[in-house]
């Protein structure tokens, strides 16, 4: 599915000079780092714990359980079209 990821900084400059100025600062990164990494691994887990299908309705319109000529559902039908 996505095997090909590519990540990149747009800001480099800026960001560089960050590093640079907290590097002035301290000589331990790891208390920073953690914060950030803390921070990240815990937004991350709300977001694929979530439960609910989230504020959009569902695919097929109002009926989307209602079975069409084809013997599926209205939903099964949109996703298919959407999927393709």
């Known amino acids: 599915m996505a095997?090909?990821?590519e990540m990149?900084?747009?800001?480099?400059d800026a960001f560089n000079r960050g590093l640079d100025r907290?590097?002035?600062?301290?000589?331990d990164f790891r208390i920073p780092f953690r914060l950030i990494?803390?921070?990240f691994y815990r937004s991350q887990?709300?977001?694929f714990t979530l439960t609910s299908?989230?504020?959009?309705?569902?695919l097929g319109?109002?009926?989307?359980?209602?079975?069409e000529a084809n013997g599926r559902?209205?939903?099964a039908n949109a996703e298919d079209r959407k999927e393709r």
């Open 3 to 5: 095997d090909n990821f």
């Open 8 to 12: 990149y900084i747009e800001n480099i």
């Open 22 to 27: 907290l590097g002035k600062e301290t000589d």
């Open 37 to 39: 990494s803390s921070d």
């Open 45 to 47: 887990r709300k977001i």
């Open 53 to 58: 299908e989230g504020l959009y309705p569902p």
């Open 61 to 67: 319109g109002f009926k989307f359980n209602q079975v």
């Open 73 to 75: 559902t209205r939903r």
